[in-house]
């Protein structure tokens, strides 16, 4: 099995065979709360434009939104783990656009299959690419809106690498070294609490907590995130 850490959303046009999109703060570890939440499916898209008008002809759709962090107009919800803990989502579909995450997703055409990663289920990830035993793996880090290197998903694409080669990392120590980034640093600044809440931070580096992944599902041209 190749395995290669890409980054960025050039990374993933350059993604390959097996290939999992991974945006710890805040979209791939949003989602799978989004599920154990009770969400139906959950539909990514690219354009907030196209969110928006999901929304206006499905009124029953949730919708989840970002740039630059800042929840979008017009959107039910933002990019937030936290802020969404009270959701009514049960049997709902979810509309997700971010700036890095979801862009991953419909980036990544050359790709055979597509699942998300993060965190919150690295070794679900991990589990699903032993027993699928693809010839090539891509791990794609998107990185701060999809253009520059962020150490949480280099983190959690070289920890998913990590459980494939049988040589874990001590997440104890990588998440202390993680804790003193600027990219950790911005959930604990008291002006940032309405967009990076502290309780994100915890959320998304919570490793493990979840036992499975989501898949990528394209229809035509709609992309739905399905749990397996």
């Known amino acids: 099995m190749q395995i290669e850490i890409l980054e960025t959303i050039e990374g993933a046009r350059q993604a390959r065979g097996l290939t999992v999109i991974i945006d710890v703060f805040r979209a791939f570890s949003l989602e799978p ?3 154990a939440r009770g969400a139906k499916e959950i539909l ?5 434009e196209t969110a928006l008008a999901l929304g206006k002809a499905h009124p029953d759709y949730i919708l989840c939104g970002e740039r630059q962090g800042v929840k979008l107009p017009g959107f039910d919800y933002g990019n937030s783990p936290s802020q969404t803990a009270d959701a009514d989502l049960a049997g709902r579909t979810v509309v997700h656009t971010t700036s890095a995450g979801t862009q ?5 055409a050359g790709a055979d299959e597509i699942i998300t990663g993060s965190l919150v289920n690295a070794r679900a990830v991990a589990d699903y690419i032993r027993k699928k035993n693809p010839a090539q793996v891509s791990l794609v880090a ?11 998903d280099v983190l959690a694409a070289r920890y998913i690498r990590s459980l494939l080669e049988d040589h874990p990392l001590d997440m104890e120590k990588e ?5 003193q ?8 600044r008291p002006e940032n609490a309405q967009v990076f809440p502290q309780g994100d931070y915890e959320l998304s580096t919570a490793v493990d907590v979840f036992d499975f992944v989501l898949k990528v599902h394209k229809v035509e041209e709609d992309i739905f995130l399905v749990r397996v």
Do not use: D, Q
């Open 104 to 108: 991953g997703l419909v980036a990544a």
């Open 181 to 188: 980034t600027e990219s950790a640093k911005r959930f604990f």
């Open 142 to 152: 998107m990185g701060l809106h999809g253009l520059y290197s962020a150490p949480e």
């Open 44 to 48: 990514a898209v690219g354009a907030k």
């Open 33 to 35: 709360y989004l599920f």
């Open 175 to 179: 998440l202390a070294e993680l804790r």
